[in-house]
């Protein structure tokens, strides 16, 4: 099956750190876009941060400017989200999404839950 693997959530409390890591199943890495995208409780999918394809370009949502790195190492055909600072309001269902030539690939989703 073509997809996304997320992996690296869990529990923190606010002004912790995690790095979510995600890696393709079924498609070449290092030909795709690659963007983090998340869906809170009761939310639609809100976009947080894209990187093209050989990481020289990254663009970030206003509200995690700052505190979230995206990177992406070819070598290792893996995609990361560097989450810093971390706040209730970050707590979400985060998911890893392919695009590219009108193809589109995504995954189960990691958990991060930002709690005291």
């Known amino acids: 099956q073509v997809q996304t693997v997320e992996s690296g959530g869990g529990l923190v409390h606010p002004g912790g750190s995690l790095r979510l890591s995600c890696t393709p199943s079924?498609?070449?890495?290092?030909?795709?876009?690659m963007y983090w995208v998340r869906q809170a409780p009761g939310k639609g999918l809100e976009w947080i941060s894209w990187?093209?394809?050989?990481?020289?370009?990254?663009k970030y949502r206003e509200s995690v400017k700052g505190r979230f790195t995206i990177s992406r190492d070819n070598t290792k055909n893996t995609l990361y989200l560097q989450m810093n600072l971390l706040k209730p309001e970050d707590t979400a269902v985060y998911y890893c999404n392919a695009q590219r030539w009108g193809l589109e690939y995504w995954g189960q989703g990691t958990q991060v839950t930002v709690s005291s």
């Open positions: 990187i093209n394809l050989d990481g020289s370009e990254t």
């Open positions: 079924g498609f070449i890495f290092s030909n795709y876009w």
